[in-house]
C-alpha cells in the first residue's frame, strides 16, 4: 500500500525595499530564480509593479512609508509595522533593501527572532552631506547592523567607509558586484538599421534627480547644441515629486521648449531606446551602488560616458568601453561628448563590444545567485 507523504513545506523569503518597481525593475531575475525552491514575500509599498509581482508568483503585502521622511515618530511606525508583520508571516530570512527598511526591517527582523541580511544599494545623498542627519542615519545603521546575519554592499568604496567609520562588523561583509545583469535580456540588435534622422543620438535614462546629474547632462547639451546640428538628446525617467532632489515637469517642459532635449517619458522597457542610441551618458555626482542603467547599456553594446566617482566607474574603464569624467562639469562633460561623437562608427562599435564582455564576466546576474544561494544555505536553520 502506497501512502503518500505530506509535502514538505516551502521556507519563506522576504523581500523588503522602497517601490514595488524597484523590486521588479532590479530583482525579477532573482526571484524568478528564488521561486523554484521558496515561497517569496514582498513587502513594500504598492505601486503598479506590485501585481507584475503577484503576476510572477510572489505574495505581496503593501506597506506605507517613505523613505526620505525625519519624522522620527513615522520611523517608528514603520519598525512596529514590519514587527507586526514579521510576527504574522514568520519568514524563515529577510532581506532589506535601502535606508530605512535596512535599519528598523533589521532591527524588527531581531526583535522577532528572525535572519536577515542588509543589502546596501548605494548611499545616496544622505552620506554626501555632512550634517545632523548624517550623524543621525550613522548612528541608526551602528545599530541596526549589529542584528544583521550579513550586510551586503555593491561597491568595495561603500564598505571600506563603513568599516572606516565603524558602523558595520568588517567580518559580516560580502562585496556583491552590483545586482546582476541578465544578458540574454539585454543583447545587442544585430545588423543595426540605420536610424531614420542622421542625427548622432546620446541618451540617458534615469530617475529624474538633480544629483543623477539630470541638469549637467541638459547644460552639456546645451553647449553642443550650439556646435552641432544633428545631434540628438534623448532623456528617460521618472519623476519623484516628493523627493528633495528631484527635477520638476516645469523645468522638462522648459528644456523641450527650447530645443535641447527631448523627453521620451518613463519607459518600462528601456531596450528599444538603447537600441537606437549612439551614446550611453549618466553624469551622476553622488556615490552609486552599481549603477543599474550602466549595465543594461554595457550588456547592449552602446559605449557610455559617465562620471569618475562611486560605482560609475566600476562599470567604465576609460578608453576601454568608454569615458569617464569629473563629477559636476558640464563642460567637461560636452567635451567627453564632443569626442565620442568624433570617433568612427567602427571605434565606437568597438567600445561597446569590451562594454559587453566586461559586464558578462564581472556583473551577469549567475553570479548573483550564486551569492544568494550560498548566504541561504550558510543561514539555513540547523535541524
Same mark, same amino acid.
Given at each position: 500500500?502506497?501512502?503518500?507523504?505530506?509535502? /514538505?513545506?516551502?521556507?519563506?523569503?522576504?523581500?523588503?525595499?522602497?517601490?514595488?518597481?524597484?523590486?521588479?525593475?532590479?530583482?525579477?531575475?532573482?526571484?524568478? +530564480?528564488?521561486?523554484?525552491?521558496?515561497?517569496?514575500?514582498?513587502?513594500?509599498?504598492?505601486?503598479?509593479?506590485?501585481?507584475?509581482?503577484?503576476?510572477?508568483?510572489?505574495?505581496?503585502?503593501?506597506? +506605507?512609508?517613505?523613505?526620505?521622511?525625519?519624522?522620527?515618530?513615522?520611523?517608528?511606525?514603520?519598525?512596529?509595522?514590519?514587527?507586526?508583520?514579521?510576527?504574522?508571516?514568520?519568514?524563515?530570512?529577510?532581506?532589506?533593501?535601502?535606508?530605512?527598511?535596512?535599519?528598523?526591517?533589521?532591527?524588527?527582523?531581531?526583535?522577532? *527572532?528572525?535572519?536577515?541580511?542588509?543589502?546596501?544599494?548605494?548611499?545616496?545623498?544622505?552620506?554626501?552631506?555632512?550634517?545632523?542627519?548624517?550623524?543621525?542615519?550613522? =548612528?541608526?545603521?551602528?545599530?541596526?547592523?549589529?542584528?544583521?546575519?550579513?550586510?551586503?554592499?555593491?561597491?568595495?568604496?561603500?564598505?571600506?567607509?563603513?568599516?572606516?567609520? &565603524?558602523?558595520?562588523?568588517?567580518?559580516?561583509?560580502?562585496? /556583491?558586484? *552590483?545586482?546582476?545583469?541578465?544578458?540574454?535580456?539585454?543583447?545587442?540588435?544585430?545588423?543595426?538599421?540605420?536610424?531614420?534622422?542622421?542625427? =548622432?543620438?546620446?541618451?540617458?535614462?534615469?530617475?529624474?534627480?538633480?544629483?543623477? @546629474?539630470? @541638469?549637467?547632462?541638459?547644460?552639456?547639451?546645451?553647449?553642443?547644441?550650439?556646435?552641432?546640428?544633428?545631434?540628438? =538628446?534623448?532623456?528617460?525617467?521618472?519623476?519623484? &515629486?516628493? +523627493?528633495?532632489?528631484?527635477?520638476?515637469?516645469?523645468?522638462?517642459?522648459?528644456?523641450?521648449? &527650447? *530645443?535641447?532635449?527631448?523627453?521620451?517619458?518613463?519607459?518600462?522597457?528601456?531596450?528599444?531606446?538603447?537600441?537606437?542610441?549612439?551614446?550611453?551618458?549618466?553624469?551622476?555626482?553622488?556615490?552609486?551602488?552599481?549603477?543599474?542603467?550602466?549595465?543594461?547599456?554595457?550588456?547592449?553594446?552602446?559605449?557610455?560616458?559617465?562620471?569618475?566617482?562611486?560605482?560609475? &566607474?566600476e562599470v567604465v574603464q576609460e578608453g576601454v568601453n568608454g569615458f569617464l569624467c569629473a563629477p559636476n562639469n558640464a563642460v567637461e562633460l560636452a567635451a567627453r561628448m564632443e569626442e565620442m561623437m568624433r570617433l568612427s562608427t567602427d571605434q565606437r562599435a568597438e567600445l561597446g563590444r569590451n562594454g559587453r564582455?566586461?559586464?558578462?564576466?564581472?556583473?551577469?546576474?549567475?553570479?548573483?545567485?550564486?551569492?544568494?544561494?550560498n548566504t541561504l544555505e550558510s543561514l539555513k536553520p540547523k535541524a
Amino acid at each position: 500500500m502506497i501512502v503518500n507523504q505530506p509535502e /514538505l513545506k516551502k521556507r519563506k523569503i522576504a523581500l523588503v525595499a522602497n517601490s514595488t518597481w524597484s523590486v521588479y525593475n532590479f530583482r525579477i531575475d532573482l526571484i524568478r +530564480h528564488l521561486l523554484l525552491h521558496f515561497d517569496v514575500l514582498i513587502i513594500a509599498p504598492k505601486d503598479e509593479f506590485a501585481s507584475e509581482l503577484t503576476k510572477a508568483g510572489c505574495f505581496y503585502l503593501d506597506i +506605507h512609508f517613505n523613505n526620505r521622511s525625519e519624522n522620527p515618530l513615522l520611523d517608528y511606525a514603520l519598525y512596529k509595522a514590519l514587527k507586526k508583520i514579521y510576527q504574522a508571516e514568520r519568514p524563515d530570512i529577510i532581506f532589506h533593501y535601502v535606508i530605512k527598511p535596512n535599519i528598523y526591517g533589521s532591527l524588527a527582523a531581531s526583535s522577532c *527572532g528572525i535572519q536577515s541580511v542588509a543589502v546596501i544599494t548605494g548611499l545616496g545623498y544622505t552620506f554626501d552631506r555632512r550634517n545632523w542627519l548624517n550623524r543621525v542615519v550613522s =548612528f541608526l545603521y551602528r545599530k541596526a547592523l549589529k542584528k544583521a546575519g550579513e550586510v551586503w554592499f555593491l561597491n568595495e568604496e561603500d564598505a571600506n567607509l563603513f568599516t572606516e567609520r &565603524k558602523l558595520v562588523d568588517a567580518r559580516k561583509i560580502k562585496i /556583491l558586484p *552590483g545586482e546582476g545583469i541578465n544578458t540574454s535580456y539585454f543583447f545587442p540588435q544585430s545588423n543595426k538599421p540605420v536610424a531614420r534622422s542622421k542625427a =548622432f543620438q546620446f541618451l540617458m535614462s534615469t530617475r529624474l534627480l538633480k544629483s543623477k @546629474g539630470v @541638469g549637467i547632462y541638459v547644460e552639456a547639451a546645451r553647449i553642443l547644441k550650439n556646435k552641432y546640428r544633428e545631434v540628438r =538628446f534623448e532623456l528617460i525617467g521618472f519623476f519623484e &515629486k516628493n +523627493h528633495p532632489d528631484s527635477i520638476t515637469e516645469s523645468e522638462i517642459r522648459f528644456w523641450q521648449k &527650447k *530645443g535641447i532635449i527631448h523627453y521620451g517619458g518613463f519607459a518600462r522597457d528601456v531596450r528599444p531606446f538603447l537600441r537606437q542610441a549612439d551614446c550611453f551618458v549618466f553624469p551622476s555626482f553622488y556615490h552609486e551602488g552599481i549603477p543599474r542603467c550602466l549595465l543594461e547599456a554595457a550588456a547592449m553594446e552602446v559605449p557610455i560616458i559617465t562620471s569618475l566617482n562611486t560605482g560609475c &566607474k566600476e562599470v567604465v574603464q576609460e578608453g576601454v568601453n568608454g569615458f569617464l569624467c569629473a563629477p559636476n562639469n558640464a563642460v567637461e562633460l560636452a567635451a567627453r561628448m564632443e569626442e565620442m561623437m568624433r570617433l568612427s562608427t567602427d571605434q565606437r562599435a568597438e567600445l561597446g563590444r569590451n562594454g559587453r564582455e566586461l559586464v558578462s564576466g564581472k556583473f551577469n546576474i549567475e553570479k548573483i545567485l550564486t551569492e544568494y544561494d550560498n548566504t541561504l544555505e550558510s543561514l539555513k536553520p540547523k535541524a
